[in-house]
């Protein structure tokens, strides 16, 4: 191995540093899976009781609502970083949680667009027409949850 790659040593973050950094952050990327097939998107969250909630827009032929479908394990990663001139003192933390995701019945209360605008930002669109578009709320129940930083 080349002795002249830059490493930064990282160490485990408290609980409640993970805690704080989740409810601050708005997005990540969200990772699912259907057998050996990965699909990964960026998804603003929203961090409550141990759970992270997703809006996801979602039409009935989406490749995103088949991997929610097969998906028995998601995975969020949430993650930042600042860059300093010596690569070795570059600061920066990474979150990943795990667990199952399931969808929020429809008549749920969390389906309140009030609550939904103010704690979401607006559902990105790339050439769906929106009225052909179901929005869907999801949660991860999250069973497995890392910090590091450094």
């Not at 973050?13 to 960026?42: C, K, N």
């Not at 479908?69 to 993650?79: I, L, S």
């Not at 570059?90 to 019945?105: D, H, L, M």
């Not at 990105?124 to 999250?142: G, Q």
């Amino acid at each position: 191995m080349d002795t002249d790659i830059a490493f930064a040593y990282t160490k485990g973050m408290p609980d409640d540093a993970v805690r704080d950094r989740l409810t601050a952050s708005e997005s990540g990327v969200l990772a699912l899976a259907d057998g050996d097939d990965a699909y990964a998107f960026p998804v603003f969250h929203h961090y409550e009781g141990g759970s992270l909630y997703f809006r996801l827009g979602e039409t009935s032929e989406s490749e995103k609502s088949a991997y929610l479908d097969a998906t028995e394990t998601a995975t969020y990663v949430v993650t930042e970083t600042a860059a300093t001139p010596d690569a070795e003192s570059w600061t920066g933390w990474s979150i990943v949680a795990r667990g199952p995701i399931t969808a929020i019945p429809d008549g749920d209360p969390a389906y309140e667009a009030v609550e939904i605008n103010e704690r979401y930002a607006p559902i990105r669109v790339f050439d769906e027409p929106t009225d052909e578009m179901d929005v869907t709320l999801y949660e991860l129940a999250i069973e497995e949850l890392t910090g590091r930083q450094n």
